[in-house]
């Protein structure tokens, strides 16, 4: 057997991961209904730019007047801002794919100024995730708006230091604390010398508008007031925002597949996620754990993504995770291509063991 020849009981969990695929394939009526999810709605628009933007501005302002008296009065609005935070970057992500309005010029102009307030430039950002879309699973094609997953195979062969590297990027504690200020703090302010011009463009003119912001924090609050603000908000909205992002496609039995064996259909409703939080949780992360009917249709926007999944019998198909059981996703770490099953690094050096000694 080759060291990527998936065994027999691998075998049966791909079939049963492609089976889902196969039956969408043979029953096209879900597409009838993601197509009639997809139009936006101006009003619902406008309503979630009043519970998501709005609502970060005023909380971060109202963390400031709190400061001013003492710092336990501003954990309660550092805590209501980041989940706002997390809200106003859902809008930001709807913008990005065109789904929330008709209009490719308004998407672009609402796009650009949450990207601003969520340090994340527009066009960049929508070229990369577009890709990650195109993408999802294809173990050939990884590197592109995905976090960095390796197979056991690739991580028995690379070298100590870039072991080590990838051992200290799947470690929770980094992901979760440092992720945030590594990604929208250092990664988001550099150009993507692989995209086009109007990509690299857009990280110039976002950095342009932060450094205002600081320019105008600096001649009215200071920016020792802004940043006692502005991280702690930045820190818990974005740790919140890594982690939705990591668990949506990190969990065991998700699916991956080299390029020749690569479907779409599989990638999106196998390699996604129906992230079940309860329904506060929900409302704060606009609706992304129903990742599946996203990766499905990035068109639909977010208000409409739960409605979709319950109208159809194959989207409730998809896996299922808890808040609970998501905990787990933060103990994988490595693909392994014959069991077809994300583990841990133990399971894998077990695992490296016992194929060496059948060998």
């Known amino acids: ?94 913008c990005t794919h065109g789904s929330y309005f008709k209009s490719r010029k308004a998407n672009e102009i609402l796009g650009f100024w949450t990207g601003v307030l969520a340090f994340t430039p527009f066009h960049q950002w929508r070229q990369q995730h577009a890709i990650h879309h195109a993408t999802t699973g294809d173990l050939d094609r990884r590197g592109f708006g995905d976090i960095w997953t390796m197979t056991i195979d690739e991580y028995n062969a690379s070298s100590r230091w870039k072991k080590l590297a990838y051992r200290v990027s799947r470690n929770p504690a980094v992901f979760l604390l440092f992720g945030p200020l590594l990604v929208f703090g250092i990664q988001h302010r550099i150009p993507d010398r692989r995209l086009h011009k109007r990509e690299r463009r857009s990280v110039h003119q976002t950095n342009l508008a932060i450094l205002g912001i600081l320019v105008l924090a600096h001649f009215t609050i200071g920016l020792k007031a802004y940043l006692m603000v502005q991280l702690p908000i930045f820190l818990l909205g974005g ?107 133990r399971r894998a050096r077990r695992l490296t063991r016992e194929r060496k000694a059948a060998a």
């Not at 695929?21 to 096209?28: E, F, G, R």
């Not at 933007?53 to 709190?66: E, M």
């Not at 994988?332 to 291509?337: K, M, P, V």
């Open 1 to 94: 057997m080759s060291k990527t020849e998936p065994t027999a009981a691998a075998a049966v969990a791909n079939a049963a991961k492609r089976k889902l695929a196969d039956i969408a394939k043979s029953d096209l009526s879900w597409k009838s209904v993601l197509a009639k999810y997809q139009i936006p709605k101006l009003r619902l628009g406008i309503g979630q730019i009043f519970t998501g933007p709005l609502p970060y501005v005023t909380f971060w302002f109202l963390t400031y007047f709190a400061m001013q008296f003492h710092w336990l009065l501003a954990v309660p609005c550092i805590v209501l801002a980041a989940g706002f935070y997390v809200r106003l970057f859902i809008v930001f992500h709807d």
């Open 239 to 345: 740790a919140a925002g890594v982690w939705l992002f990591y668990v949506q496609h990190q969990f065991e039995d998700t699916a991956w597949a080299r390029r020749e064996q690569w479907d779409y259909l599989e990638g999106a409703l196998q390699g996604s996620s129906f992230y079940k939080l309860p329904r506060i949780l929900q409302w704060f992360s606009g609706n992304i754990g129903f990742h599946h009917i996203h990766h499905l249709n990035p068109r639909i926007p977010n208000y409409y993504l739960e409605k979709c999944h319950k109208e159809h019998p194959l989207f409730q198909q998809a896996p299922k995770i808890t808040l609970f059981s998501s905990l787990k996703s933060a103990f994988l770490h490595l693909w392994d291509e014959r069991e077809g099953k994300l583990v841990s690094f």
